[in-house]
């Protein structure tokens, strides 16, 4: 951008905490719970977060879902908003159905939690990053269509660490199947493939979900089959690569290996013994192939993946609406209309 956005919310009366706040919700996720807003500026409660409802809600910049039991959902619906942060045509000033608003929850819990991250939010960002610095070709990342090819359409941040590597976010609000989760990693598959190293992180908001998620990564990502263990190679890629390493260094050195290597060479010649194995060591040996194509024939993906998961320990509304009988998909959520006070208990 040319210019400072959070300046532009400063302008229309928001001090600094307050416009930052704002971009964070704008960005990640549209709605916000008053916790969330006490999280991010590190203080409970009180007159401070009233006169911030009180006035985004005058500047018709949110709008107040009720959820019941005194408890309520803010939406960031304004389009100015979004149009100064480049998002004019952004999903978050919608309204969607009760999942949808509670993984943009979430979302917004996990990236108050790594304020300090490096993150691609946008999809040209995550398809330059991918395409530029990667150097993934674009058919390779996970797309869907709607009048054009839209790539990244999840909308969860991916952060980069300090060296490069991606950290995929998926955010479960509460799924009662792992279908959506298996299209997931179905639709991104080919990128995890291309990347050299990358990192999944799974995040809901019970254990039974993540244990079930464990289950489904490790069907679709054998932890064998990406340590390359097959019948060719039945101690792992790792193995083979370092006995042809060690046999190449014997024979050139007539001999002269360390203990370690030498008990490496023994368990190799009785495990490396097919034709295949030895025209990989006569095409190791003179340059016709490599560790990265060694790897691509043993390993089901060139990659060095990490899954973890984690149970976020926070509480959502959301649900609360359907003890009145609202379907679980129903985007008939109700909102109090911009004259209203907003209600400022939780």
């Not at 991918?130 to 839209?150: D, N």
């Not at 990502?221 to 083979?240: K, N, Q, S, W």
């Not at 010649?269 to 990989?280: F, K, M």
């Amino acid at each position: 951008m040319e210019y400072d956005p959070i300046q532009s919310f400063e302008a229309i009366g928001y001090v600094q905490r307050e416009a930052s706040f704002l971009y964070l919700v704008a960005v990640h996720s549209g709605y916000f719970l008053r916790r969330q807003y006490h999280s991010f500026t590190g203080r409970e409660g009180g007159r401070m977060t009233t006169r911030f409802l009180t006035k985004a809600h005058r500047h018709r910049h949110i709008q107040v879902i009720e959820c019941g039991q005194r408890r309520h959902i803010y939406h960031l619906t304004a389009k100015p908003i979004y149009a100064a942060l480049g998002l004019a045509g952004s999903q978050h000033r919608r309204i969607k159905s009760d999942a949808y608003i509670k993984s943009r929850l979430m979302v917004l819990d996990f990236m108050l939690d790594h304020l300090d991250a490096d993150v691609l939010i946008t999809e040209a960002a995550k398809v330059d990053f991918f395409t530029t610095q990667c150097g993934v070709k674009l058919e390779l990342l996970p797309q869907s269509y709607k009048g054009r090819p839209l790539y990244f359409s999840d909308n969860f941040p991916i952060l980069v660490t300090r060296i490069g590597v991606p950290r995929f976010t998926f955010f479960d609000e509460g799924q009662v199947s792992s279908s959506r989760f298996e299209n997931f990693l179905e639709q991104y598959q080919p990128l995890f493939r291309a990347l050299r190293a990358s990192e999944l992180i799974y995040l809901a908001d019970t254990e039974a979900n993540v244990r079930r998620a464990k289950v489904v990564f490790e069907r679709g990502f054998p932890a064998d089959r990406l340590r390359g263990i097959t019948p060719l190679t039945p101690l792992g890629v790792d193995h083979f690569l370092k006995f042809l390493r060690a046999r190449q260094f014997f024979e050139a050195e007539g001999g002269g290996v360390l203990s370690s290597e030498l008990q490496l060479l023994h368990e190799g010649e009785s495990l490396y013994t097919t034709l295949e194995h030895q025209a990989l060591y006569a095409a190791w040996k003179a340059g016709a192939t490599n560790e990265e194509k060694i790897r691509e024939r043993f390993q089901q993906a060139p990659l060095r993946m990490t899954f973890t998961t984690q149970v976020l320990p926070y509480s959502y509304p959301i649900y609360t609406l359907r003890q009145d009988g609202q379907p679980e998909e129903s985007d008939a959520t109700h909102h109090e209309t911009p004259h209203q006070t907003p209600a400022m208990e939780t």
